[in-house]
Structure formats: C-alpha cells, structure tokens
C-alpha cells in the first residue's frame, strides 16, 4: 500500500537517511547534514516542508518545499525552493513522484507562492510547469588579475577571518547588513549562520587590518608555497570579533556565492584576500544583474565573464512576480513607456502599463498582445536566452521590460 502524506515531527532522520542514500548512488558520496544545515542540522525540525511517497510504511519518494521570501523596497514576495527530489532506484516508474510533485505545487498555489524554484534538467521539469529563468553575471578571477590592476585600487589591508556557529555577536551584525541589501532574502538572525554555510561553503569577516592583530591574520600566515593543499579552515580559526566587521564573504575555494561590503571600495582587496587564502587558480563571483554598483567595481579587474542562467522556475503569481522585479529593474535602467495585455494559461488576461516611470499591473478585458502558456511566459518574460533571439515583431519587442532581473541566492535554494 502507498501513502502520500507530510512529514511528521521526529521522521526526519529517517528522510535523512533516504536522500542521502538515494543522491549517493548517483553521484558522489552526499551527507545532507552538513550539505544543507538550514535544512537536516542536529537540532532541525523541518519534517513539515517534506513530502513522502510511503510503501507499506516505508519512504520511497521524497520532494523538499522550503518557503522563502524576497524583499525589496518594503515589499515582498513569498516563493518555494524545491529540492531533496528523490526516488528509491527500487521505486521508479510508479509515479510517485508525479504524485508528490502534483500535491507540492496545489499546496504552494493554496498558500499564495508566487513562485517556485526548482534544479535539475529541463524538459524532465517542464511536465510540472518548470522551465529556466532568471540570471546573473558571473566573473571569474585568477592570481594573475590581482597582481597586475593592484596598482590601480587602494592598497587597503584586510583579512578574512573565519565565523564559526558560536560567534553570534558578528553573526547578528552581518545578518544585519545582509538585510540592508536593496534586494534580500528574509533570514532570520538565527538561520543566518546556516544559510550562509550551506552547500559548503564558509563564512568570513571582512575585518580591517588596523582593527586586528596581524599575527592573527590567517591571510598573513598563508604559506604560499602551500596555499594550493591547505586547509582554508585549519589556517582561519574563528576568534573573538575586536571590530565592527567591513562585511562579509561566503562560498566555497572555487565559487564566491555572497559578498557584501560596507564600502565599495573594499572589493579589490576583499577579492584578493580570498585568492591568497584559498590559493586557488581561479574562482567566479556570482552578481545580479541589477547590482551595477558591483558591475561597475569589477569591470577593470575580472578575467572573464559570462551571463548565466539560473535554474527551473515555476510561476503561480504572475502579476506580483512581474511587478516585484520590473520594480527592481527600474532602479537600474529608466523604464520604456508602454502597456502590455498578456493571458498566460488559463488566468485572467493582466494589462502591464508603464508611464514616466509609475508601473501599474491590473486585471483587463483587452484582447491580448501575447497568449502564452506558463513555460513560455518563463522563458519570454524571466530568461535571457529569449532576449537574443526576439521577434521584431513582438510585443515585448517594443518595450525594455524583460527579461527581468529575477534571481535568488544559491544559499537559500534547496
């Protein structure tokens, strides 16, 4: 007999258990618990965000929907990260994870999500209404870049030293400056520190050289005869904050997945540090595309760049979805004049108008400009693959509305 249920309080080790094995007969050896600390941490209770396929009691299917929301401008939106998709090798073809899929998306649509967010390959999704969107700029760095523009940035010397769980005092001031950030995700102070090392990656200050003893400094103690083969935990031990921290930068040695900084300025050293202390070959820098602030301090010392796609995307909420990132991409580019009758799947037809600058979005008894169902509007109005090869003849020809700037953290995805 198969059940299809949520996960109760004290399960989940048990789904634990069962998407570590799953996900470690596919690729490499995976243990949830320190992958994903937000989620399947020791002291984590998050059975409620599970769906389960159950054969005669036991788990043979799982999907993950982890609630998330956006922030900008006072506004906000609520999305779903979807993830842990998984299947017993002994279970598959029996459509439970059809079922579960099914049962996620009514719950997320019941609960108003205006979104949901899903990886994994593309057409395998685009059965449950998936389809890829969303971007951001990715700029990768080797030693090279930093030895030959140092000249041009300040000399300004720094450290990264190492945040562990038990320094909340520097967590809570950089949960505080994360939450300054134009665009963000609601994190809790208490989440922070999870969020931020999950799929491995590590924390760090920014701290000010001035402000800090320099036999402490773990840039300063890097060897570099051996910086490719140590240990970037072993020579960064977390201690005792002595300032207020300049920021803070997580991600893993090859991949810098946030940075944030109380002054601009501090991006070339900040940057340079973390070469030194990974002494690795090269790494990439993840930036929205509404970030010109950021775009502009790189554009003198990165390697190479490249726009990339971001992952699977689901739209339940259209009209705030387009509402919430046209508001973004307003700040960073001055908005076309131009209205938009859209009817996308079985919805009510929307009218999206912009006049000097005001946007307004509301219901309409038009005949559309476009009729388009849910994996085109993605594609259309959310992907920068559909920029470069639009019909002139297109509605959306005429406007600069889209793609729009939609992305997400890498931390807060499941």
């Not at 049962?103 to 685009?126: K, V």
């Not at 971007?135 to 000249?151: G, K, S, T, V």
């Not at 800090?212 to 031990?237: G, I, M």
């Not at 109380?262 to 090269?282: I, M, N, Q, R, Y």
Request: with cysteine; charged share 20%; net charge negative.
């Amino acid at each position: 007999m198969t059940v299809y249920c949520k996960g109760q309080p004290g399960e989940l080790p048990e789904i634990l258990d069962f998407i570590n094995m799953v996900f470690s007969m596919h690729r490499v050896p995976h243990n949830f618990r320190t992958l994903l600390p937000k989620l399947y941490g020791a002291d984590r209770q998050t059975e409620w965000c599970h769906y389960l396929a159950k054969e005669d009691g036991k788990i043979s299917a799982v999907v993950c929907v982890l609630p998330i929301a956006l922030e900008h401008g006072g506004h906000t939106i609520t999305c779903a990260t979807v993830g842990s998709v998984s299947v017993h090798p002994y279970s598959r073809g029996k459509g439970y994870m059809k079922k579960l899929m099914v049962m996620a998306a009514e719950d997320m649509e019941r609960q108003g999500i205006t979104l949901s967010i899903l990886d994994g390959r593309r057409h395998r999704y685009q059965y449950y209404g998936y389809e890829p969107g969303g971007h951001y700029l990715e700029y990768r760095f080797n030693e090279d870049n930093f030895r030959h523009c140092a000249a041009r940035y300040p000399d300004i010397p720094l450290t990264l030293r190492l945040v562990a769980a038990e320094d909340t005092e520097r967590i809570r001031e950089m949960s505080r400056m994360y939450s300054e950030l134009p665009v963000h995700t609601v994190r809790s102070v208490q989440d922070f520190f999870d969020i931020c090392t999950s799929w491995g990656s590590n924390l760090y200050a920014v701290e000010l050289e001035e402000t800090v003893n320099p036999v402490d400094s773990p840039v300063l103690q890097k060897n570099p005869e051996t910086a490719s083969t140590s240990d970037p935990q072993k020579s960064a031990q977390p201690t005792a904050p002595t300032a207020p921290a300049a920021g803070y930068i997580c991600g893993t040695k090859d991949h810098v997945y946030e940075l944030v900084l109380s002054d601009e300025t501090l991006l070339f050293p900040t940057l340079k540090a973390w070469s030194a202390l990974h002494g690795c070959e090269s790494f990439t820098l993840a930036v929205p595309s509404y970030d010109t602030e950021r775009i502009r301090g790189v554009s003198g010392f990165y390697e190479r760049f490249s726009v990339r796609e971001e992952d699977n995307y689901r739209i339940f909420n259209y009209s705030d979805a387009i509402r919430f990132f046209l508001s973004i991409k307003s700040e960073t580019e001055p908005l076309t004049d131009g209205r938009l009758a859209l009817k996308i799947g079985g919805r009510p037809t929307f009218a999206i108008a912009v006049s000097s600058g005001v946007i307004t979005i509301e219901p309409c008894c038009d005949t559309p400009d476009l009729c388009l169902n849910d994996v085109e509007a993605v594609d259309l109005l959310f992907s920068p693959a559909s920029f470069y090869g639009r019909d002139p003849s297109s509605p959306l020809f005429s406007v600069n509305w889209f793609p729009l700037p939609l992305s997400v953290s890498h931390l807060d995805k499941c």
